[in-house]
Each structure stands twice: as structure tokens, then as C-alpha cells.
């Protein structure tokens, strides 16, 4: 059971939009950061989204990061067939003085 | 480039010890936090440890506190962590990543390759 809760898939076809939703509490999203990852079949993840909103250089701006609350959400608009991968939250948890992922999202654009 | 490069992965029986290296090449090393993540076959991602760029502060999981301990010398650009008595259930490829920031945060912004730990008898 992970601390941050997401859906465990995703899906969509080529030029939709597909938000991801990421659940914490108070002590992870609700006070700190939140981060986003992606993970292509048979590769390490790679930082997608940090500080809830920012893209590293290199990221296309199709991606983009939000959060309210203990709630944190990753859009991804005109999708296509290589954002086919794993998607995780992650957040620092002042309670377990770590960070803590989520369960990760499955995406497939059908 | 930047990169990370694992190594000292392999098959261990439960019980034993195993050590991990991550050296790095391209970033000021000795500026930013360390981590390692692992991820069981078919599983999410698992936050193992991180240690602070001076080596002063240190936070495990609850999973792996009292066995694993994580290390680096910066002299050398690499990362460590040294896994005692280990379980089936630390079986995972186990990543490095460097911390965005100069401590500790969930912002992972280089990874490695990462090396594969298989606990089995």
C-alpha cells in the first residue's frame, strides 16, 4: 500500500488530454512539494514535473503539474503514442522523514 | 554527459551482505543530496535512503533501517550503500538518483542506470 494514492491506469488516444490524480495527506502533499516521474518499459524514471508546476529543461510543455490541498494532478495534453509509460507522484513526508511515491499510473494511448 | 553509474548488484543469499556503488560524472558531486530507490519486479518505486551533500544527515525507510546504511565519498564522486542481512523481499533494481537540492527532498532529477540485487537461496 503506498502513501500517495493514484489511479492504478490511464488511458487515451492520440491529441486527447488525460490527467493523472495523485492523493496524500497533511503530512506529504499537504505541506511540502510534489513531484512527477516517468518511467518507459525497461528504463529508470525521469523527472517530468518538480515544485507541482515546474519542467525541467527538456520536457515538452504538453506536460504539466498542479496541486490543491493534499491533492496533486499531472496533465497531459495532446498525447501521444510515446507517452505510453508509468507515471509517479512523489512528495517528502515530514512524518517519515522521507519521500514517498505513489503507486504509480499505467498510461496507454490506445 | 551527467550520469550515474551503478554497480555491485548480483544474487546474495538471505542473510548476507551486499554493497552498491553509484559513481557519478558531469555535476559538482559534493553539492547535492543522494538517494536510493529500488523497484521490485513488476512493482512502483520504493524509497530506500538519502544522505545530504556533507555526508551529515542521513534518513533510511522504515523497511531497511538497522541494515542498510548509506554512504559517500566525495573525494571519489561515489555514492554507497552497504545492505546487511538481507530478505527475499529486498529483491528490486536498486537506483541512485541525485536530489535537485543540496539536502533531501522527493526531487530526483539525474538517475541511474540502476543494478539489480536478487536475494535468493
Known amino acids: 500500500q503506498s502513501v500517495l494514492t493514484q489511479p492504478p491506469s490511464a488511458s487515451g488516444t492520440p491529441g486527447q488530454r488525460v490527467t493523472i490524480s495523485c492523493s496524500g495527506t497533511n503530512s506529504n502533499i499537504g505541506s511540502n512539494t510534489v513531484n512527477w516521474y516517468q518511467q518507459l518499459p525497461g528504463t529508470a524514471p525521469k523527472l517530468l514535473i518538480y515544485s507541482n508546476t515546474l519542467r525541467p529543461s527538456g520536457v515538452p510543455d504538453r506536460f504539466s503539474g498542479s496541486k490543491s490541498g493534499t491533492s496533486a494532478s499531472l496533465a497531459i495534453s495532446g498525447l501521444q503514442s510515446e507517452d505510453e509509460a508509468d507515471y509517479y507522484c512523489a512528495a517528502w513526508d515530514d512524518s517519515l522523514n522521507g519521500p514517498v511515491f505513489g503507486g504509480g499510473t499505467k498510461l496507454t494511448v490506445l | 554527459q551527467v550520469q550515474l553509474v551503478e554497480s555491485g548488484g548480483g544474487v546474495v543469499e538471505p542473510g548476507r551482505s551486499l554493497r552498491l556503488s553509484c559513481a557519478d560524472s558531469?555535476?559538482?558531486?559534493?553539492?547535492?543530496?543522494m538517494h536510493w530507490v529500488r523497484q521490485a519486479p513488476g512493482k512502483g518505486l520504493d524509497w530506500v535512503a538519502v544522505i545530504s551533500y556533507d555526508g551529515n544527515k542521513k534518513y533510511y525507510a522504515d523497511s531497511v533501517k538497522g541494515r542498510f546504511t548509506i554512504s559517500r565519498d566525495n573525494s571519489k564522486n561515489t555514492l554507497f550503500l552497504q545492505m546487511n542481512s538481507l530478505r527475499a523481499e529486498d529483491t528490486a533494481v536498486y537506483y541512485c538518483?541525485?536530489?535537485?537540492?543540496?539536502?533531501?527532498?522527493?526531487?530526483?532529477?539525474?538517475w541511474g542506470q540502476g543494478t539489480m540485487v536478487t536475494v535468493s537461496s
Open positions: 558531469g555535476f559538482t558531486f559534493n553539492s547535492y543530496g
Open positions: 538518483a541525485k536530489d535537485r537540492y543540496s539536502g533531501s527532498s522527493a526531487a530526483f532529477d539525474i
